[in-house]
């Protein structure tokens, strides 16, 4: 009888949720993150996952902290990428997710970039360990959540501009002529040449002319 051959899926490791594992993790790369106005946490952060990755037995090759605020891109994260599809980490340390990812749907999106490049990833905070089974099968559980959040979210914004219409209010921004009629006609009635107008208000020279013919017609 054959033996059967398992699925070029089954054999890629790309499915969120059934990434190789490496044969042996050794060597890591920590990363660590606080706001601007919290920045004495960063060496609690940083001495918390040296322990942890000591007491693991890995090799700490990369150590990136960053400072930033809010839901800011996280530019020095980059660099933990980078290394990873070099080949020069097995797996990516932080101390707690919201360090890492600026929101649920970058954070499964990441999370499923270091799969794909078969990167473990461990947060602290969370007990979180893409290197097991366990980890991996809570990594799949956020991108139910983060698809959830998506679609609650879109289906607010239908509701939203659907109610928004039938109570006859405009949607989108409000067109050039509108924001800018007041002073455009004020402007004309200066002697100001319509080029310039247009250059003050860095606007087109057709809005302009535009607004300024609608006023000639009604008169």
């Excluded at 054999?11 to 594992?21: A, E």
């Excluded at 007491?55 to 960053?66: A, D, I, K, L, Y």
């Excluded at 649920?104 to 990833?121: H, N, P, R, S, Y």
């Amino acid at each position: 009888m054959p033996v059967k051959r398992p699925s070029r899926k089954a054999r890629s490791g790309k499915v969120f949720g059934q990434v190789r594992k490496p044969a042996k993790l050794f060597r890591v790369g920590l990363y660590a993150r606080v706001s601007k106005h919290d920045q004495q946490t960063l060496p609690l952060q940083m001495r918390a996952m040296r322990e942890y990755a000591a007491n693991r037995g890995w090799t700490m090759t990369m150590q990136v902290r960053e400072v930033g605020s809010g839901a800011a891109q996280r530019e020095l994260r980059d660099q933990l990428f980078e290394a990873a599809r070099r080949r020069e980490i097995d797996a990516v340390l932080v101390w707690r997710l919201d360090r890492w990812g600026r929101s649920l749907a970058d954070l499964v999106a990441t999370l499923q970039e270091l799969a794909d490049l078969d990167i473990g990833f461990v947060s602290l905070t969370e007990a979180l360990d893409m290197t097991t089974a366990t980890g991996r099968a809570m990594a799949g559980l956020l991108a139910v959540f983060a698809q959830f959040e998506h679609d609650l979210l879109r289906e607010r914004v239908r509701a939203g501009l659907a109610e928004a219409r039938l109570n006859g209010k405009r949607l989108g921004r409000p067109r050039t002529i509108d924001v800018h009629a007041g002073r455009i006609r004020k402007l004309h009635r200066a002697g100001v040449s319509k080029a310039e107008i247009a250059r003050r208000l860095k606007i087109g020279r057709t809005s302009v002319r535009r607004i300024l013919a609608t006023d000639f017609s009604l008169k």
